[in-house]
């Protein structure tokens, strides 16, 4: 049986929900979905620099869950700086504090 999933908490709703490549029409791109819990994991760790227990600590995580986290936001949005994609914010198992 499959532990529930812990709802995460988010502090900040984006103001920005898509970023696309200069240039190039919406309909000619591919998108990449960052959940917004994973936005938040990346906003507390390389934004606002905070070690990995406290950003864990404020999301109401586990460590190695929000370890996940970062690296599963991070390989998204290199894919689409890299590959010329978009990116949507949206979704996730999170509730904003």
Same mark, same amino acid.
Request: charged share 35%.
């Given at each position: 049986?499959?532990?529930?999933?812990?709802?995460?908490?988010?502090?900040?709703?984006?103001?920005?929900?898509?970023?696309?490549?200069?240039?190039?029409? =919406? %309909?000619?791109?591919?998108?990449?979905?960052?959940?917004?819990?994973?936005?938040?994991?990346?906003?507390? !760790?390389?934004?606002? $620099?905070?070690?990995?227990?406290?950003?864990?600590?404020?999301?109401?995580?586990?460590?190695?869950?929000?370890?996940? =986290? %970062?690296?599963?936001?991070?390989?998204?949005?290199?894919?689409?700086?890299?590959?010329?994609?978009?990116? !949507?914010?949206?979704? $996730?198992?999170?509730?904003?504090?």
């Amino acid at each position: 049986m499959v532990r529930p999933h812990r709802c995460r908490r988010v502090n900040l709703e984006p103001n920005v929900t898509y970023f696309k490549p200069r240039g190039i029409p =919406l %309909v000619e791109l591919e998108e990449v979905i960052l959940q917004v819990d994973e936005f938040e994991a990346v906003r507390l !760790k390389d934004l606002e $620099g905070l070690e990995q227990e406290e950003c864990a600590k404020k999301m109401n995580i586990s460590q190695p869950t929000f370890h996940r =986290l %970062v690296l599963s936001a991070r390989k998204k949005i290199s894919d689409a700086i890299v590959n010329g994609k978009a990116i !949507k914010i949206e979704g $996730g198992n999170f509730k904003y504090r």
